[in-house]
């Protein structure tokens, strides 16, 4: 079955012969299916009023362990963003108590950011409904072919330079 991305290739073929656009068929569909599944995935975290920014901390710190506690730093890690849009997203979460803020016992200048019982709660409940539509996106690959996209796009990550650990 031909899609979008097979048409244009076709026209780059006729028009273009003497190139090879195959990367398109890849880059292409990679493009346009970032953009469908970021629209799921808005939905998704729409229902539990939150955006995709916001679950990320949130689950960052839920993830993390007991005492459901990271530093900004960390936090910034984990979501590869810059140290004030890790900031503008924490003061976000604090303002309706999804975290909280406070000094840093092992070092007085630096701050800990904490999990809420209100945010705990809260990814809590968006998670299974978050797990429910990646199912759902990823339904017609049978688990051997989920498992080599993985592989595949995990091996892609890195070699442009994408974080491995």
């Given at each position: 079955?031909?899609d979008?991305?097979?048409?244009v290739?076709?026209?780059?073929?006729?028009?273009?012969p003497?190139?090879?656009v195959?990367?398109?068929?890849v880059?292409?569909?990679?493009?346009?299916?970032?953009?469908?599944?970021?629209?799921?995935?808005?939905?998704?975290?729409?229902?539990?009023?939150?955006?995709?920014?916001?679950?990320?901390?949130?689950?960052?710190?839920r993830?993390?362990?007991?005492?459901?506690?990271l530093?900004p730093?960390?936090l910034?890690?984990?979501?590869?963003?810059?140290?004030?849009?890790?900031?503008?997203r924490?003061?976000?979460?604090e303002?309706?108590g999804?975290?909280?803020?406070?000094p840093?016992?092992?070092?007085?200048r630096?701050?800990?950011?904490?999990?809420t019982?209100?945010?705990?709660?809260?990814?809590?409940?968006?998670?299974?409904d978050?797990?429910?539509?990646?199912?759902?996106?990823?339904?017609?690959?049978s688990a051997d072919?989920?498992?080599?996209?993985?592989?595949?796009?995990?091996?892609?990550?890195?070699?442009?330079?994408?974080?491995?650990?």
């Amino acid at each position: 079955m031909a899609d979008h991305v097979d048409r244009v290739l076709e026209q780059w073929h006729a028009e273009r012969p003497d190139l090879d656009v195959s990367p398109m068929a890849v880059i292409g569909r990679l493009s346009r299916l970032s953009a469908l599944v970021d629209a799921e995935l808005r939905r998704t975290f729409a229902r539990h009023d939150l955006d995709r920014a916001s679950f990320d901390v949130l689950a960052t710190l839920r993830r993390s362990g007991p005492p459901y506690r990271l530093t900004p730093t960390e936090l910034m890690r984990s979501a590869m963003v810059t140290s004030g849009a890790i900031t503008q997203r924490l003061d976000r979460l604090e303002a309706r108590g999804l975290v909280e803020r406070s000094p840093n016992e092992a070092d007085g200048r630096g701050v800990r950011v904490a999990l809420t019982e209100a945010g705990g709660e809260l990814v809590d409940r968006t998670l299974p409904d978050h797990v429910a539509t990646e199912h759902r996106i990823l339904a017609a690959l049978s688990a051997d072919e989920r498992d080599e996209l993985a592989a595949t796009l995990r091996t892609l990550l890195e070699s442009l330079g994408g974080p491995v650990a």
